[in-house]
């Protein structure tokens, strides 16, 4: 383990200084290291840390924000109790106690009634709060955590952690020396040559933990880039090659690839031959993947997937950078499986500049697993879809999100009452089907919401909401996203604004009245502590230190570093990669990578298409907003004041649209409106839309919500439309038309 030196608080010329490191509240869960400059008591301004490896003193707009965000004159300030019906926005300032009181009375009241599973506790993307919401639902007694809103197919992350799992026993991201407090400079480290950007934009979204920046550095210092995504972005124009795929059709383009790649015998066959398991049967699966064909289902010209295939495969070394876009297919998992068998096949397997394998030492999740082992089997199986995708059974922990929905609309097998809801804004945010989120969450008796700010599900459902404080506000600790790995402390610099609290705080202060026994500290550090047991150090003592890197190896698989037994080899059944997953097999799905066109796209749905014409995607992030966060943060508000949806210029001629005006989006399941910009960086037959939009200025409650039903893009997309493997949905391609909104 090696150490940061710094120190964590300082004065300078009458200003005191804390060094932290940034998560939520507010904004996303990277963990950027931050200078927090505090005057009369107040914080004044933000910096990023020079000091702090991962970002190198980088922050991007929502940090810089912070001020405007922490002294918002909307902040939740004071726990509240509903004072009048639902959604009506009457509320009435309670003390702390009353609340934890009426909390814990109707939790308990509900767990001797229905039983514990009928209480769900909902969290959204992955966050420092994130493994301490799951010990509250499992010290509970409840199965039933929620993630991500909840979305169709845990449509985010969790389908590439549990396919990389499955078929390497690991998880692999891209090296750009994020292991290394010296980065760049490291000696072992070595410049990828080639770098494939695939499906994401990694220097508005920072994805993960991993760092859109890192990148450019990597471009400075000589590594090419190919580009796959609809949109042309800024990495794109600054491509070697630019694939401007249909979206959906990620699998078509990496079986097209691994043909090419293949049938050229560009391949590592050393690696191939000691290290992965089934690659005679993957040649035989990518024969049915001509370039021809591949062309055609991805609208890519066959010259570019050559030339992508060759670079790529001959580069040396290549990694590739993937983002949620591929999670976001039906089809998700033979999707991640083809992309993983592209690094593989070309030994760009946990090399250096490679895709590499994350160091799994400080794994803080271990706690919260154990509480989920210690629930009884009988209430495992009550978890809401255990039993229905065996995949998901073996190794996801959450309950599965399209079969949540569900079963809070049909009480079947059993009803659920009540929700714990933090860090998420359901209906307005990530669900597909919005309307449906909205009718289920709202027949629940008892829903309590925390949060920073009232937001359209606080004001629809919340019977109890109570503020959040923001980073600037609390301690924490902070260990890495999911493509970094290091640990340190997020470090109080000013007091909470009114009567706000840590999500740690609240957590831990409610979790004594429902378990005392299971939550044993007196303050939130000495819970962190206990948190880091593992590494032998105290939370003050880590505070003290500043952060720590794991030790970080290479070639792992060659040293036995990745088996219990301590082999050489990979945690998997065959102890090699595996090119044909057994643990697919085993699920009753395809071992082998395969393509399967969107459930509606100008190929499986051309009756469809003829009144839908073009495809929309949706997801992408712009630069002032982490999903439906920031809307009322004046500062980003003004670098993106309306929902805008990207069109081409000749598209929207046709249609009779100008840059500027307001249109309507509409697929056959739900129309919103936004505002259409035009731009030729996008596939004259696929439009962008952004999602996550409210209008925190207008009126709140019912049944306006904040306007949350103008412009939702996820009104316009169903439910249900999940992978067989209960992964992946497909946010990023329905067919959808567009049409000027007249002003009358
Ligand atoms: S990526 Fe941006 S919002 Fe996230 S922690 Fe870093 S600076 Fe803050």
């Not at 705080?505 to 550090?525: F, M, T």
Request: charged fraction near 25%; glycine fraction near 8%; aromatic fraction near 12%.
């Amino acid at each position: 383990m090696r150490k940061g030196e710094a120190k964590w608080a300082w004065e300078e010329d009458g200003t005191k200084v804390v060094r932290s490191i940034a998560r939520t509240g507010p904004g996303c869960h990277q963990g950027c290291g931050v200078l927090l400059y505090v005057k009369n008591e107040k914080l004044t301004k933000v910096e990023g840390d020079p000091e702090f490896p991962h970002n190198q003193g980088r922050l991007c707009s929502r940090c810089l924000a912070l001020t405007q965000i922490v002294y918002h004159p909307d902040r939740l300030k004071y726990p509240m109790k509903r004072a009048g019906q639902k959604g009506e926005g009457k509320w009435e300032r309670i003390p702390w106690e009353e609340a934890y009181g009426m909390i814990a009375q109707k939790f308990i009241e509900i767990k001797k009634k229905q039983g514990p599973e009928s209480v769900i506790f909902c969290q959204g993307t992955g966050r420092d709060i994130g493994p301490y919401i799951s010990k509250l639902a499992y010290s509970f007694g409840s199965p039933n955590k929620v993630t991500f809103g909840p979305l169709d197919g845990h449509a985010c992350f969790a389908p590439k952690v549990t396919v990389l799992a499955a078929t390497t026993g690991a998880f692999e991201v891209t090296d750009c020396a994020q292991f290394f407090p010296e980065r760049y400079e490291n000696i072992n480290w070595r410049v990828p040559q080639c770098i494939m950007i695939w499906g994401n934009n990694p220097l508005t979204s920072n994805p993960d933990g991993f760092m859109g920046y890192w990148i450019t550095e990597c471009m400075k210092r000589g590594s090419e880039i190919i580009v796959v995504d609809p949109r042309r972005t800024w990495l794109a124009t600054r491509a070697k090659i630019w694939l401007q795929i249909r979206p959906g059709t990620d699998a078509a383009l990496a079986l097209g690839m691994l043909n090419i790649i293949i049938n050229e015998k560009l391949c590592d066959e050393e690696f191939i031959r000691k290290w992965t398991y089934g690659f005679a049967e993957l040649t035989r699966r990518v024969q049915d993947y001509p370039l021809e064909k591949v062309s055609e289902i991805t609208w890519i010209p066959k010259e570019k997937i050559i030339e992508a295939s060759r670079l790529y495969a001959t580069s040396k070394p290549a990694a590739i950078q993937w983002g949620v876009s591929i999670d976001q297919s039906k089809e998700c998992v033979p999707a991640i499986h083809a992309i993983m068998s592209l690094w593989a096949i070309t030994g760009n397997f946990d090399v250096p500049g490679g895709n590499v394998i994350k160091s799994q030492n400080f794994n803080l999740d271990d706690e919260i697993k154990n509480e989920f082992q210690a629930i009884s089997e009988e209430q495992k199986e009550k978890k809401i879809g255990r039993g229905i995708y065996p995949l998901l059974d073996q190794w996801y922990l959450p309950a599965v999100g399209s079969v949540v929905i569900d079963q809070i609309l049909t009480d079947i097998p059993y009803p659920i009452k009540a929700a714990w809801i933090q860090t998420t804004n359901t209906f307005a945010c990530s669900a597909a089907d919005a309307k449906r989120v909205y009718e289920a969450f709202k027949k629940l008796d008892f829903i309590v919401v925390v949060d920073l700010f009232m937001t359209p599900t606080a004001m629809a459902f919340a019977d109890i909401v109570l503020p959040a404080a923001t980073y600037a506000e609390r301690d924490g600790i902070a260990l890495t996203g999911g493509n970094s790995i290091f640990v340190g402390t997020t470090n109080k610099a000013i007091e909470p604004v009114g009567e706000s609290k840590s999500d740690m705080e609240i957590i831990l202060e409610l979790g004594k009245r429902l378990n005392p026994q299971v939550w044993p500290w007196n303050n939130v550090q000495d819970m962190f502590s206990a948190v880091i047991k593992s590494m032998e150090i105290t939370f003050e003592e880590l505070r003290e230190k500043g952060f720590a890197y794991d030790t970080f190896e290479y070639k792992k698989y060659e040293k036995g570093l990745l088996r219990p037994d301590k082999q050489a080899g990979f945690n998997t059944p065959t102890g090699k990669i595996e090119l044909y997953s057994t643990v697919f097999e085993k699920c009753g799905l395809d071992p082998l990578p395969y393509f399967e066109e969107p459930p509606e796209s100008p190929v499986s749905t051309p009756e469809i298409s003829k009144d839908y014409p073009l495809v929309l995607t949706t997801g992408a992030k712009s630069w002032g907003f982490f999903h439906s966060e920031h809307r009322q943060i004046p500062i980003l508000r003004y670098m993106n004041p309306d929902p805008i949806t990207e069109i081409y210029p000749e598209t929207a001629e046709k249609l009779g649209i100008k840059d500027g005006d307001w249109i309507y989006i509409e697929t056959q399941h739900g129309r919103c409106q936004q505002r259409a910009k035009l731009t030729a960086g996008i596939h004259p037959r696929v439009i962008h839309s952004q999602h996550g939009w409210w209008f925190p200025e207008k009126p709140g409650p019912e049944p306006s919500l904040f306007g949350v039903w103008e412009s939702n893009i996820n009104l316009l997309l169903p439910s249900g439309w999940v992978g067989r493997s209960g992964f992946g949905y497909p946010f990023k391609s329905q067919m959808c038309r567009v049409y000027k909104k007249e002003e009358s």
